[in-house]
């Protein structure tokens, strides 16, 4: 531990996973050896000294956009989305817990018996006493996506960059699952990420992430060791910045 420890090159980061990544091979919901291998991800980065929080969308259980294009409200629904991300959060806890890891769930809506309310001088020092904070229920306001809500709290935090977890190793210049011819970006700038629609985040996330010059580094939640690896100054990604 103690050569990585030297290389570190974040002291504070925010790992923004979907929903959907904690479904593994399910269709719908969560698949608890996929929750606990990416607690296990997070519990090496932390080995680290790595301070950490952690943004988990909804989608696996509900999808606010979805539910409004159904016919729901559009507000209804992006609140039932907030809440799936409240479940998640919850699911996440409770494997990094099992690691032995102190976890914090920090709910954007006020309920007070299975989460903190965000106060962000609280939320920092369990940061500072190393604990995971996990940020749910997005910012807490329909029509922002988790993609927004993790730029938020990584600016509020003083994070030095986000992680995207996705399930490629980096931004291409078109669906690599479906273009053999797919050129894979080491580098991008927020610009070239919102002219081309890369994808990476929606455009409010990017454009704060700009405005704030916070990096977010694009990497493959289903590489084993990935995101430690890219914490020690190796791995395979693509970094989104000036």
């Given amino acids: 531990m103690g050569a990585d420890h030297g290389k570190r090159t974040y002291d504070r980061v925010l790992l923004k996973i979907s929903g959907e990544a904690l479904m593994g091979d399910l269709g719908y919901g969560l698949h608890p050896p996929t929750v606990q291998r990416i607690a296990k991800e997070v519990e090496s980065v932390r080995d680290l000294g790595v301070e950490i929080c952690m943004v988990i969308g909804g989608g696996n259980i509900f999808r606010g956009l979805q539910g409004s294009a159904q016919g729901m409200e559009r ?30 769930v920090i709910s954007a809506i006020t309920m007070n018996e299975v989460a903190e309310p965000y106060i962000r001088r609280r939320a920092v020092r369990h940061l500072e006493k190393k604990r995971v904070c996990i940020f749910a229920a997005g910012t807490g306001n ?11 709290r990584a600016s509020e ?24 011819d797919a050129v894979r970006y080491d580098r ?52 989104v910045g000036d």
């Fill in 75 to 104: 507000t209804t629904a992006d609140y039932m989305g907030m809440l799936a991300t409240v479940m998640n959060a919850l699911a996440m806890q409770s494997a990094l817990e099992e690691l032995g890891i102190h976890t914090r």
């Fill in 142 to 152: 329909p029509y922002f996506t988790t993609d927004t809500a993790a730029t938020l």
């Fill in 157 to 180: 935090m003083n994070c030095q960059a986000i992680f995207k977890g996705t399930k490629v190793d980096g931004v291409y210049d078109k669906d690599p699952e479906k273009h053999d």
């Fill in 188 to 239: 991008v700038s927020y610009d070239e990420v919102l002219q081309k629609h890369l994808g990476v985040m929606d455009a409010s996330a990017i454009a704060l992430a700009r405005d704030n010059d916070l990096p977010i580094i694009v990497f493959s939640l289903d590489e084993p060791g990935g995101f430690r690896g890219i914490l020690a100054g190796q791995g395979t990604f693509t970094q």
